[in-house]
Each structure stands twice: as structure tokens, then as C-alpha cells.
């Protein structure tokens, strides 16, 4: 079929329909991403409440998106973040595939999804905690809007991010559109994801999902580093 013969609207049905399948792969991941080797003790956490967004936190103005280049580490100075990003795709189930636990400090950048600092919404995910220690999420929850995330990459450009909303959707009340897709249109956004809630013992997993939403208002140059 040629493209003068292809009904009207097939391909926005199909970027439609492949957008839903993306988030409902990232809910799937967020309930399974805890379930490692079972070693006897399953790690714990109390339960989260959302920060959401506080009425009079002045926020700054947004800065026009950028051109794409992939993520190479993101910080999150307020819990002492600094971390590795590691492009991942979905498994074989449809669920984005998270960092290997055997590297509980890295974050996932779902590499067929939108760059940190172009337009439209970046997702990264990272595990929060393993069966013996906190990863590389675990105090996202307690992020508050105002506080910035740093993202360098790949062209050497640092983009940073300004948090305005904190969010813990749980599995009843989860809203894939709301939790993961744009806020505003033509903005440079970012989210990052984790577990949240109570961990169920017996499904092993977690009840919730974190997910801080952050915009982007600044663009620096990546400092040189120092010879190891």
C-alpha cells in the first residue's frame, strides 16, 4: 500500500496506541522491579506521601528545549545523587527494562523515548533499594519542588531540570498519561521513576510508583574533569 493509499490517521492511531502500550510497560515495571533472587529477607520501606505542588514555591520560567543527545550521568544534589545512565529498551514482556541489579547505582534512560533536554517528556528509572542495601532512588520521595536536576550529556551540555511536582500513584488509582506524558506542550521535561508505597511481601513487589516530574530551566557546559 502506498502512502497516497493509507486511510487517514492510521499513523497517529499507531503512535497512539504504542504510547499506551510504553506506559502500561512502565506500570509493569514499576511493580516488578523489585522482584531480585530471593535470598530469605525481601527489603522493606514505609509508605510515601506525595509533595505534589505546594501553592507559593516560585518556580523559574522554562528554557526552550534542546537538541537531542543522550543522557551520561544525572544528579539530584538535595539527596546526594550523582549516578551513571545507562540506555535501556523493553523486555520481551513490554516492560521497561531496568538497570541490572548488580549495578544498583545506575539509572535507566528508555533510549527509544524522548533525550533529556528536547522537547516532550524523558524518562528515567532507577531501583529503590536491593535486598540488602538503599539504590540509587531511594530518597527520591523526599525531593521537593524548586530543587534542580542536573543532567549531563552526551555534546557535553548540561541540562538542568527544575522539580515542580512529587507524585506516588498507586496501583488503584494509577494514571499512565498523567504519571508519564507531557505536562505542557512545546516544554522540555523529565521524569524520574521509582517504587514506592509498602513492599507486599507476598506479590514481591511494591504497592506504588514514585514519580518526580521536573521541567527544564537552564543549560550549562559540562565543567572539565580532573585527570584520575
Not at 13 to 18: D, E, K, N, R, S
Not at 175 to 195: F, H, N, Q, S, V
Request: aromatic letters at 6%; a negative charge; hydrophobic letters at 35%.
Amino acid at each position: 500500500m502506498s502512502a497516497t493509499d493509507r486511510p487517514a490517521g492510521t499513523g497517529r492511531l499507531l503512535t497512539g496506541v504504542a504510547w499506551a502500550v510504553l506506559l502500561l510497560g512502565l506500570w509493569l515495571w514499576g511493580r516488578e522491579i523489585t522482584e531480585g533472587p530471593d535470598s530469605g529477607s525481601a527489603p522493606a520501606s514505609g509508605d510515601v506521601a506525595a509533595a505534589g505542588r505546594p501553592l507559593g514555591v516560585p518556580l523559574p520560567p522554562p528554557h526552550r528545549p534542546l537538541d537531542g543527545a543522550a543522557p551520561e550521568r544525572v544528579e539530584v544534589p538535595s539527596i546526594g545523587v550523582e549516578a551513571p545512565v545507562v540506555r535501556r529498551g523493553l523486555d520481551k514482556g513490554g516492560a521497561i527494562d531496568p538497570p541490572p541489579y548488580a549495578k544498583p547505582q545506575t539509572v535507566g534512560w528508555y533510549g527509544s523515548g524522548t533525550e533529556p533536554g528536547a522537547e516532550g517528556a524523558a524518562l528515567l528509572v532507577g531501583h529503590v533499594d536491593t535486598e540488602t542495601k538503599p539504590a540509587v532512588f531511594y530518597g527520591l520521595s523526599t525531593v521537593r519542588p524548586g530543587e534542580q536536576v542536573r543532567v549531563t550529556r552526551a555534546d557535553g551540555t548540561v541540562a538542568v531540570f527544575t522539580i515542580d511536582d512529587v507524585q506516588v500513584f498507586t496501583r488503584e488509582r494509577f494514571d499512565a498519561e498523567k504519571a508519564y506524558g507531557p505536562r505542557e506542550d512545546g516544554r522540555a521535561e523529565l521524569r524520574l521513576i521509582t517504587c514506592g508505597g509498602t513492599y507486599d511481601r507476598k506479590s514481591r513487589s511494591y504497592t506504588a510508583n514514585v514519580v518526580v516530574s521536573a521541567y527544564l530551566t537552564g543549560q550549562e557546559r559540562e565543567a572539565a574533569r580532573s585527570p584520575a
